[in-house]
T-cell receptor, first 113, second 117 residues
Framework: TQLLEQSPQFLSIQEGENLTVYCNSS?????LQWYRQEPGEGPVLLVT?????EVKKLKRLTFQFGDARKDSSLHITAAQPGDTGLYLC?????????????FGQGTILTVHP | GAVVSQHPSRVICKSGTSVKIECRSL??????MFWYRQFPKQSLMLMAT?????????EQGVEKDKFLINHASLTLSTLTVTSAHPEDSSFYIC?????????????FGSGTQLSVL
């Protein structure tokens, strides 16, 4: 059973469209992180959300942490081809070893020019 | 900012040989590092937690005799894939936590693509 359910797993859109990626769990997380990964590279941290209901913006990216800290979403406005990549959510459960993250399945985003 | 260096980035080896992968924290000390395995277009699966000066903690289903982890200093952890076989071919990634960071922050290496022939 996947602890963090990430959806959709694949997303293919045209440049300029908006999209949302979801990350859901039945477990509570002390924090949740979003990463972007290019092929052959390690994940790069985009944002960390800690407080329930928190919303963070990073240029065209908006991240939200659910009130109960069980879910999160990533919304991209006016997607660009440079946004193409694998997006991963990862949660840190309270009581686990610091830095021990559980990753969602990932969303492969392809933005066509 | 903090950087984690992983080496080699790519290795091709014959079946039965052992391969060592290094993970170094370049400008910070890391008492704990994590090793992940990733198959193409899939997510990261935690293999083990590497602790400086003590034995690594392995996740369920990961063979500790197959994947040897050594964390001999505060800046270096190594993963050795012993007697590698084609099914061990994968992308291996390490991460390290920065003790100096007040927030939960991990830094990832750039990964090692292992291909076993």
């Amino acid at each position: 059973t996947q602890l963090l359910e990430q959806s959709p797993q694949f997303l293919s859109i045209q440049e300029g469209e908006n999209l949302t990626v979801y990350c859901n769990s039945s477990s509570v997380f002390s924090s949740l992180q979003w990463y972007r990964q290019e092929p052959g590279e390690g994940p790069v941290l985009l944002v960390t959300v800690v407080t329930g209901g928190e919303v963070k913006k990073l240029k065209r990216l908006t991240f939200q942490f659910g009130d109960a800290r069980k879910d999160s979403s990533l919304h991209i406005t006016a997607a660009q081809p440079g946004d193409t990549g694998l997006y991963l959510c990862a949660g840190a459960k309270r009581g686990t070893s610091y830095g021990k993250l559980t990753f969602g399945q990932g969303t492969i985003l392809t933005v066509h020019p | 900012g903090a950087v984690v260096s992983q080496h080699p980035s790519r290795v091709i080896c014959k079946s039965g040989t052992s391969v060592k992968i290094e993970c170094r924290s370049l400008d910070f000390q890391a008492t704990t590092m994590f090793w992940y395995r990733q198959f193409p277009k899939q997510s990261l699966m935690l293999m083990a937690t590497s602790n400086e000066g003590s034995k690594a903690t392995y996740e369920q289903g990961v063979e500790k005799d197959k994947f040897l982890i050594n964390h001999a200093s505060l800046t270096l952890s190594t993963l050795t894939v012993t007697s590698a076989h084609p099914e061990d071919s994968s992308f291996y990634i390490c991460s390290a936590r920065d003790l100096g960071q007040t927030n939960e922050k991990l830094f990832f290496g750039s990964g090692t693509q292992l291909s076993v022939l």
